[in-house]
Structure formats: C-alpha cells, structure tokens
C-alpha cells in the first residue's frame, strides 16, 4: 500500500490512525525465529504460544519446614504420633504408615497416604528429633490440604504458559526453566538504519561553529533502540543533500529491516528527507501530535522507512508513540511500556486539536511533576524524566490534581 | 562489621533494617571506574556530576519555519516588511536591518538585531518568495520573545547538567551528546557469582526423576541480574555438600566482587548454605517479608554475599527488595524501579507482623490485579504479572479499591 505516495491528507491525521499506518507498514518486516538457550532469549519476544510440557509444582510438595501427616490421624487436643524417617527436598518417600508423622522439608515431596503438614513451630517438641532416633512428636488437629501445594496448583500440563508475542523478561525465562524448556522460540532482533539528517549538527567531541549544534538524535535513539532489543546501524550525518542521502539509503538497505531517519520532514524551504524520499515511496504528512507533528512513512527500495522530525524530543515521542509499540505489537519485544494512572502537580495546557506529550517525573505519591515546558528541544528537561504525560486530542487545559495517563519510560 | 558472624536477633529484621546491612556490605564494593563513549555507557551510572560546558540552546534561535523580525517595525492591523535573505538551520546570518523580514527555518539562528519570529501560516502571503527575488510580506504585531527558544534556556552552561549517580538512559545520553560530550565517566558492572542450591533442583532439558524440580532460579535471577547491568557468572548446581559448597565459593571468589547463593537458608536439617557459611562470616536471620523471610548476608574471602532463599518469587523479591535498589543507590545502576500508586482489583490478607509482597498486573485504569496468591513457588503468576504490589508491616487486610504502592517491573 505503501509504493506509492499518497496525495497529503487534508487535516492532520490522528495519533491512532498514524499508529495504525505504521503497523500497516511493518507488518511484513521480514524477521527471522530462531529457538535459542534461555540465556540468549532475554528481552525477545515468544515466537509461538508455549504449552506446559508438565504440572507446576510437579508434584504435592510441602510448603513448610514440618511433619507430613494424615489428616484423619488428628484431633481437637493433639495427639501423639510416632516420627518416621524424615523426607528431605528431592526426595521420594516411602508411604506414610497410618499413626506417624514424617519430619519434611519445604519443597519436599509429600509422602503417599499423607495430606498435610504442621509446621515444626506447632509441634511438641518444636524441634526435629536426630533421624534414626526412635521419638514421638505431639501434633495439633489439622485439616486435609494445610501447607500442601498441589500437583499443578501453579500451572497444570498442557495448558498455554506463555503466549506468542510474549516479552520474555526474567520471571517469563524463569517460568520456562522451570517447565525444564532449555530454549524458547523467539523472533530475532530487527536491523534498524539510523540516518541523522541536517546541516546544522555536527558530532559529540568536534569544534562548535556559530549557529551549528551537536547531534543529540543518533546517541538517543541509537540508545533507545538498542534498549528495545535492536541492532542499529548508524550512518552517521549526511550533508542537507537529497542525492548524498538517497545513495546512503541504497547502499545500506540491502542489510537492514528498517530505516529511520531524523529531520528534514517539515515544511521549511531545506528539508533533505523530504526532498530525496517524496514521490519515491515515501508520504508526509502532519499528525496531531504534539512534539512530532511532522512524520513520513513508506518504503525505499523495498525496506519500511520512518521519518521522524529533528528535534531531540520529538525524536524520542516518535519512536515510543508509534515505533516502540507497533514492535511490541508485532514481535513481543521490547517490553510494553506500563501505563498507569497519576494526579498532576500543576496545571498545563495543551493545543485542544493535538494530542500533547509531556515529560515528567512519577513520584512514588501518585503524582507527576512535569519537567521542562512543551518544546521539543528540551533535552535536559528530558533528562530528568521518567515518565510520558499525556493529554489527549480534546482537551485544552488540566488543573493540578486532575488525574493523566502516564507511561513509565 | 560481618567479619565475624552476629548472635541471630532476638525477632525478624524489618525490611527497611536489612536493607540498611546489604548497603553497609555493599558500600565498599570495589567497582572500577572508566571513561566511556556515549555508546557504551548505556544502562552504566554516572561516576561523577557533569556540569554543561555551554549554554542549550547554544545560541537563540526559531522554534516556527517563519520569519525574523524586529517586533517594534511591527503593529496592529499588519505592517508590509521587506523580505531578505532567508536564514537556513546551521548558519550564522547577518544582522537583520530594520524594517525587513527574514525566512528563517525552525533551529536556525535569530540574526543580531530580530527579536521575534512570525509563523508562516500568519504571513501573508503564507509561503516564502523565491530566494533572490524582490519581495515583501505582510506580517501581524508581533511580542518580542514569540517562537524565540533563548539561548541557556534548557540549560546554562556552568550548571549542573547530570547529577553523580544518574542512570544513563537514552535521554541521559542524548542530553550528554547535545552538550557535545563523547564520553561519560561511569561505574563498570559488578560481577556477581550466581551459585544455586539444592539437591531436589535439576538443569532444564535433563530428565525429571520423583521428587526433584527443573532449576529455575538460576535463569529467573541470571536474566534480573544482566537485564540490571551485572556480569554474571553462573557457577552450576550444586549437590548439598557443604564442602564442596565451600571450594565452588573459594575457586570463584577472587574473580568476582559479589557472590549470590540461592537456597539452602531456612532452618531445616539440610540447609547447605548455611551449613557452609555460618561462623565463617555470614550471618543468617529472618527478614519481617513474605515472601524471602529467610535470608543470609556476610562475606567469604573478603568478597561480600547474600544467601537468597530457594523458591524463584522469594529469589526474584530478595534481589528487587533488597539488592537492586542499593545498586542503584550505590552506583546509579540499575535504573531505579518506578513506584507509583494503583488501586486493588480485589481485597487480599497479609500477616500483619510482615511486608507482603505481592505480584500483579498495572492495568491503564489505574487498578491493580493480583497474580496467583502468596505462595513462593508461583512462577507461572509470577511470569503473568509486570509490578510488584506492596503491603506494608502492620497491615492484615485490604478491600478492593484501596490505594497500593506497586512497583513496575
């Protein structure tokens, strides 16, 4: 749908409707599944939905340090019952005769014929005799299933454990390691190219001219990517030259699955993105979406290109409002940003036909303290976030303790 | 201070207390400091503050594409300006002569002299001339500072960008970039020696025999620990022998600056860890949490360890009640976990005399939903969830819609 540009929209296009061309775009991105060891699945996403090969906990355990007992041998008053052999963790016990009670250990098998435990802290004595050393222990009534975790209480076999598209953190690798899977099937990382565009940055560690600036963008959304689990290309500055730029597109996009680029997208008279992909598999256009208005979307020579503006800030909203999640959507990884409700420390305003993005920091109260006013130069404002702020199309103003969605970065 | 082990404490630490030894164990942690690039200090804390060495932005310049003016040439009803040379981003123009107006580009430098820009869409008419061809523009009353970005107006160059501590993420680097810093003083990684216990616990992708489960904190705390920034060294499994336990520990310790051991802690009859470590400078105690009570702390060869309990969630809430937050503390690595304030789905129940911590799922509605029930071995809840739900000492039981401290995951 993408291979040729679309005339411009009349109005600015919606953040949803943006999002929804984006994953439109990247939907047949050509990435490979490999099933490798646990260790190397961190921070993929699941490549297909995986079945409990066998029940969690794998058998009736119990769930604290005590005697196994059954349940009927008890009684209001407690009786007293001979100890048998004790049951240690990896065990696998013998029948418990009726009238004992086996010392056992948390994790341990419950032996068959048994139904509950009493922790030691209930028995008299409310120490383990020397195994081996005939004794008798004095033990409170009990009902059948106390401190026993059943077979299959956690997961049961042949049952989904995970589905596809699942973000594979540690406690999701913990879960298959414990279902004794010593691989996932994930789908591997994405190769992105990141071109930064304009005339004016010049790189970290070089002289400053007059009206130049450094290059923000390539450090922060290289960092970015990489932080969601892409390996990036960076193809360092190109001059404001639409040819320059187009024959550095062609010779990397053979290698890579995506090409983002930044700047050069908007209206002004030099806007070298615009100039080398409009009419060549790329549309502009405007979204209401404030910082990131200005965006462009399509393909180049057959690879999924996404134009993002120049700003720093504006960079950083692209890629966690439309990149970010169309990935998590598409590929299970990175992991989806948690969203969560907080009251604003102070009022704001937002232009009412945009949806407006703000950066803030969440506070363990419940309140988010905005950093830094709206422009999307603001990088130190950044810096000190740990939060998206937003305000959606449709409203103009919020008062101090009005209630925002906010994404946790 | 853990040279020699202490009498165990008349009752359970607090949370807060035992947090307060990992620190003081930790604080001498020998961790090297190195000058890195941008690039590499990804997810590394700052080792030093960083104080702007110029002003952002660095000079005044356009927030709109428009045009540059002088706002006292301009005046209600629109005055009719002279159109000059236009102002690309990256180039340092001429003073701009009174009673003309100059295209100038978003970025790009106000020249000497402009005070203001209009925005094109408020030019008539509302495109630039042709560069080079005599024109004028008409052009609206104008307040001096509109769409001007100051020069040191998101940071002043001399004051304090980054703060000794900082967690470099995409928007910490970017700031260090657009501050045209290359590198950045960081702490290195610790490397930890991750050694799991037990006799019952066997390797995933091996046979299961009765009694015994596969090893999943071995992958559940390798993943925390690395996704944290660490270096990890797995040493294996091994058998519950307290020698051998104690030559892994003294072959492995030179090489690493922290040692974690996982099982083994509790007060039954085979508890290898602390039959290895205690009287040999490891403390062991109970901690006033559920789950993770259990939890042993000193050092082996000069090298300090924390003994963590067998089952993976008191595994994974051991590591984030405790290890993580004084690394982050310590080194600004990892970022910190985010707290924020969410309302129950449903009412739970926790032992007063603890600090339960539960596993849940932040919803964007602001409620959180509790994942399976308290019990330690739920790692199938605990893969399910994205935050870790808080319910201080004191507190027995909440009712659905009581407000929560959760921390995201």
Same mark, same amino acid.
């Given at each position: @749908?993408?291979?040729?540009?679309?005339?411009?929209?009349?109005?600015?296009?919606?953040?949803?409707?943006?999002?929804?061309?984006?994953?439109?775009?990247?939907?047949?991105? $050509?990435?490979? !599944?490999?099933?490798? %060891?646990?260790?190397?699945?961190?921070?993929?996403?699941?490549?297909?939905?995986?079945?409990?090969?066998?029940?969690?906990?794998? =058998?009736?355990?119990?769930?604290?340090?005590?005697? $196994?007992?059954?349940?009927?041998?008890?009684?209001?008053?407690?009786?007293?019952?001979?100890?048998?052999?004790?049951? /240690?963790?990896?065990?696998?016990?013998? #029948?418990?005769?009726?009238?004992?009670?086996?010392?056992?250990?948390?994790?341990?098998?419950? %032996?068959?014929?048994?139904?509950?435990?009493?922790?030691?802290?209930?028995?008299?004595?409310?120490?383990?005799?020397?195994?081996?050393?005939?004794?008798?222990?004095?033990?409170? #009534?009990?009902?059948?299933?106390?401190?026993?975790?059943?077979?299959?209480? &956690?997961?049961?076999?042949?049952?989904? $454990?995970?589905?596809?598209?699942?973000?594979?953190?540690?406690?999701?690798?913990?879960?298959?390691?414990?279902?004794?899977?010593?691989?996932?099937?994930?789908?591997?990382? /994405?190769?992105?190219?990141?071109?930064?565009?304009?005339?004016?940055?010049?790189? /970290?560690?070089?002289?400053?001219?007059?009206?130049?600036?450094?290059?923000? +963008?390539?450090?922060?959304? &290289?960092?970015?990517?990489?932080?969601?689990?892409?390996?990036?290309?960076? $193809?360092?500055? !190109?001059?404001?030259?639409?040819?320059?730029?187009?024959?550095?597109?062609?010779?990397?996009?053979?290698?890579?699955?995506?090409?983002?680029?930044?700047?050069?997208?908007?209206?002004?008279?030099?806007?070298?993105?615009?100039?080398?992909?409009?009419?060549?598999?790329?549309? =502009?256009?405007?979204?209401? @979406?404030?910082?990131?208005?200005?965006?462009?979307?399509?393909?180049?020579?057959?690879?999924?290109?996404?134009?993002?503006?120049? +700003?720093?800030?504006?960079?950083?909203?692209? =890629?966690?409002?439309?990149?970010?999640?169309?990935?998590?959507?598409?590929?299970?990884?990175?992991?989806?940003?948690?969203?969560?409700?907080?009251?604003?420390?102070?009022?704001?305003?937002?232009?009412?036909?945009?949806?407006?993005?703000?950066?803030?920091?969440?506070?363990?109260?419940?309140?988010?303290?905005?950093?830094?006013?709206?422009?999307?130069?603001?990088?130190?404002?950044?810096?000190?976030? +740990?939060?998206?702020?937003?305000?959606?199309?449709? !409203?103009?103003?919020?008062?101090?303790?009005?209630?925002?969605?906010?994404?946790?970065?």
């Amino acid at each position: @749908m993408h291979s040729r540009p679309q005339p411009a929209a009349a109005g600015p296009a919606s953040v949803e409707a943006h999002r929804d061309k984006v994953r439109a775009l990247l939907a047949g991105l $050509a990435v490979r !599944t490999d099933t490798v %060891p646990l260790a190397d699945a961190l921070g993929r996403g699941l490549a297909r939905d995986i079945t409990a090969p066998l029940d969690l906990p794998p =058998f009736a355990n119990s769930q604290m340090d005590g005697y $196994a007992v059954r349940s009927a041998d008890l009684a209001e008053g407690g009786v007293e019952l001979r100890v048998t052999d004790p049951v /240690p963790a990896g065990a696998q016990p013998a #029948a418990l005769a009726a009238g004992t009670a086996a010392p056992i250990m948390t994790g341990a098998m419950i %032996p068959p014929g048994a139904d509950a435990v009493v922790p030691i802290e209930a028995a008299e004595p409310d120490v383990f005799p020397e195994p081996g050393s005939p004794a008798t222990v004095r033990l409170p #009534a009990t009902a059948a299933g106390t401190y026993v975790r059943a077979a299959g209480s &956690d997961i049961a076999a042949g049952t989904r $454990a995970l589905a596809a598209g699942t973000y594979l953190g540690p406690g999701q690798l913990g879960l298959l390691a414990a279902l004794g899977l010593p691989e996932a099937p994930v789908h591997a990382a /994405p190769t992105v190219l990141l071109v930064t565009t304009g005339d004016e940055v010049v790189a /970290p560690g070089t002289p400053l001219e007059a009206g130049k600036i450094y290059d923000a +963008n390539s450090t922060l959304l &290289d960092s970015g990517l990489r932080q969601a689990g892409l390996a990036v290309t960076r $193809a360092g500055i !190109t001059a404001d030259d639409p040819d320059a730029l187009e024959r550095l597109l062609r010779a990397h996009a053979p290698a890579v699955d995506l090409i983002i680029t930044t700047g050069g997208v908007s209206k002004g008279a030099y806007e070298v993105v615009r100039q080398a992909l409009e009419g060549h598999g790329v549309e =502009f256009g405007s979204v209401a @979406m404030q910082p990131g208005g200005p965006q462009g979307l399509g393909t180049f020579d057959g690879v999924p290109v996404l134009c993002f503006p120049g +700003n720093p800030v504006s960079c950083l909203v692209s =890629f966690e409002m439309f990149l970010r999640p169309v990935l998590t959507a598409l590929l299970g990884s990175p992991a989806p940003r948690t969203a969560v409700r907080a009251r604003l420390a102070a009022p704001l305003t937002s232009p009412a036909a945009k949806h407006q993005v703000r950066r803030g920091t969440l506070t363990p109260d419940g309140t988010v303290q905005l950093e830094g006013g709206a422009g999307s130069h603001l990088v130190h404002a950044l810096a000190l976030s +740990n939060a998206l702020v937003h305000v959606p199309a449709g !409203t103009a103003e919020l008062a101090a303790g009005d209630e925002v969605e906010v994404w946790v970065l």
